[in-house]
């Protein structure tokens, strides 16, 4: 008789407790973006901003030198003398690109050819699989 009583009296006591600390739920969003107070902004923007790891990679020409700028420079140049070398030699000049066929220059099998669309040259480099192609109209 006992424990009816006493879980009748845990039972009670467990009603009464729980309505003493219900309460009513309101949700507000933080971000204005959502509804939220636009004052949040700049708070959202500084925290997102302070969690950020990533950075922009550094752009290579501006890390160095005057002199190593230079020297690069002059090597490409170096190189493009040499290809407008060799394509005169290949085709004879370099206005006439009507010649068509296919060209090797190192790693770069070049191959020219007319087409509905104009001229087409296709450039595959043989030691990556890249592939380039360069069409002038008529």
Same mark, same amino acid.
């Given at each position: 008789?006992?424990?009816?009583?006493?879980?009748?009296?845990?039972?009670?006591?467990?009603?009464?407790?729980?309505?003493?600390?219900?309460?009513?739920?309101?949700?507000?969003?933080?971000?204005?973006?959502?509804?939220?107070?636009?004052?949040?902004?700049?708070? !959202? !923007?500084?925290?997102?901003?302070?969690?950020?790891?990533?950075?922009?990679?550094?752009?290579?020409?501006?890390?160095?030198?005057?002199?190593?700028?230079?020297?690069?420079?002059?090597?490409?140049?170096?190189?493009?003398?040499?290809?407008?070398?060799?394509?005169?030699?290949?085709?004879?000049?370099?206005?006439?690109?009507?010649?068509?066929?296919?060209?090797?220059?190192?790693?770069?099998?070049?191959?020219?050819?007319?087409?509905? @669309?104009?001229?087409?040259?296709?450039?595959?480099?043989?030691?990556?699989? @890249? @592939?380039?192609?360069?069409?002038?109209?008529?």
């Amino acid at each position: 008789m006992k424990a009816p009583k006493l879980l009748f009296t845990a039972v009670i006591l467990f009603f009464f407790c729980s309505m003493g600390f219900a309460q009513q739920f309101s949700y507000s969003p933080l971000n204005p973006a959502f509804g939220g107070d636009t004052f949040n902004y700049n708070w !959202l !923007l500084s925290s997102a901003t302070s969690q950020n790891k990533l950075t922009a990679p550094a752009n290579a020409s501006n890390q160095q030198s005057e002199l190593e700028q230079f020297g690069a420079n002059l090597n490409r140049q170096v190189l493009s003398q040499i290809s407008r070398i060799l394509l005169q030699q290949q085709l004879g000049g370099l206005g006439n690109l009507d010649q068509e066929g296919t060209f090797t220059y190192g790693t770069l099998n070049v191959e020219i050819f007319q087409s509905d @669309e104009g001229l087409v040259i296709n450039i595959l480099d043989t030691s990556n699989g @890249e @592939e380039t192609q360069v069409i002038v109209p008529n």
